[in-house]
């Protein structure tokens, strides 16, 4: 009996990268399910746009590098940064800042750096930040989310505003977010941010009606949709378990004890877990083999370092979310991470 030589690696693993790409956008449906309900069919609308840009951008500059056009868009890895992008912006925002954020992370962030694999940073975290250093105001208008908020606007109204700007009505963005919640609360830590300087104590912020059965209940909601999609993708084991763990763990360790020593100042561990984009950065952001640590002890240092960022951004920063900033930060450090979080090879 003959038999056929081949070179090693000898066991493959059956899932490629197109493959991964669309289990973990599969997991990305209970969020966008989450979403959807709570703000309506502005997600939907964002989405589509974010994905159109997406694979227009990646085409173009694909062609221009002359390589092969459909192959290179099957892995789908354009779709999933269209994808985060979309869920990590407000539903009603004008229709070119999505296109812009999302064109910028695929042409500068992704392929300006030689494409899929080779870029230093998170595209989609790129792409939104682009945004939010650029229209603060308009990235910090999101509405109350709210089951009624979604039956406010058809959708013939979601894209009105989305492309024109106002409501059949002459209704704004803005009009339409105080209209539902009364008030100038963008998201529970933009709330909980702006009072506590205020004067005004955390802990009565947090148990008021308004706060609590509007705005953080909806988040929470939505942070736990993204937890049974990381859950998902831990089951699927497309993702390492100490990124994010370390990085809630950290998260929750500094806003456990900042809430000791001072209460009045600093929301419980739960808040600060259930809160903004925690979920969605904690196994859809920082878990991107490409961007992250790739040794089990580095994972470890560089999800604490996101967990701990993120604490310092959103209570000593400027802004209230701070998962973005604090991805990026890190991902700067990787290669150093990288370097001595090596094991020791055996006989060195």
């Not at 009996?1 to 449906?29: C, D, E, N, W, Y």
């Not at 407000?90 to 030689?114: D, E, S």
């Not at 205020?198 to 009606?209: I, K, P, Y």
Request: net charge positive; charged share 10%.
């Amino acid at each position: 009996m003959s038999f056929a030589i081949a070179v090693s690696p000898h066991g493959h693993s059956q899932k490629s990268t197109s493959s991964v790409m669309r289990l973990t956008l599969l997991a990305l449906v209970p969020g966008i399910a989450a979403q959807c309900y709570l703000f309506g069919w502005g997600v939907l609308f964002q989405l589509g746009l974010a994905i159109l840009t997406a694979l227009v951008s990646e085409a173009v500059i694909l062609r221009m590098r002359n390589y092969v056009v459909s192959a290179s868009l099957k892995d789908s890895s354009a779709l999933l940064t269209a994808a985060l992008i979309a869920v990590a912006i407000p539903p009603l925002l004008p229709w070119w800042m999505v296109v812009l954020a999302t064109a910028f992370a695929i042409i500068i962030a992704k392929q300006l750096y030689g494409g899929l694999g080779q870029n230093p940073f998170n595209p989609a975290m790129v792409g939104y930040v682009l945004l939010l250093v650029s229209f603060p105001a308009p990235m910090t208008n999101w509405m109350a989310p709210q089951a009624v908020t979604a039956q406010l606007l058809s959708p013939a109204e979601t894209a009105a505003v989305i492309f024109q700007g106002k409501t059949s009505e002459g209704l704004t963005n803005y009009q339409l977010k105080t209209l539902v919640d009364g008030s100038t609360m963008a998201t529970p830590l933009d709330h909980l941010k702006t009072e506590s300087k205020r004067g005004h104590s955390v802990d009565t912020l947090v148990t008021s009606a308004n706060f609590t059965a509007v705005s953080h209940e909806g988040w929470r909601w939505i942070n736990l949709s993204f937890l049974a999609g990381g859950i998902l993708l831990f089951m699927l084991r497309l993702i390492p378990w100490q990124t994010p763990v370390a990085m809630l763990g950290t998260l929750a360790a500094a806003s456990a004890l900042a809430h000791y020593l001072a209460p009045a100042q600093f929301a419980m561990p739960e808040i600060e877990l259930l809160s903004g984009a925690t979920m969605l950065g904690a196994f859809f952001i920082i878990t991107d083999p490409v961007t992250s640590s790739t040794t089990s002890r580095g994972r470890l240092v560089f999800g604490a370092l996101v967990g701990g960022l993120v604490f310092i951004i959103r209570h000593f920063g400027g802004y209230p979310d701070g998962v973005a900033f604090s991805v990026l930060l890190c991902n700067i450090l990787v290669p150093l991470i990288d370097k001595y979080s090596q094991s020791r090879v055996y006989g060195h």
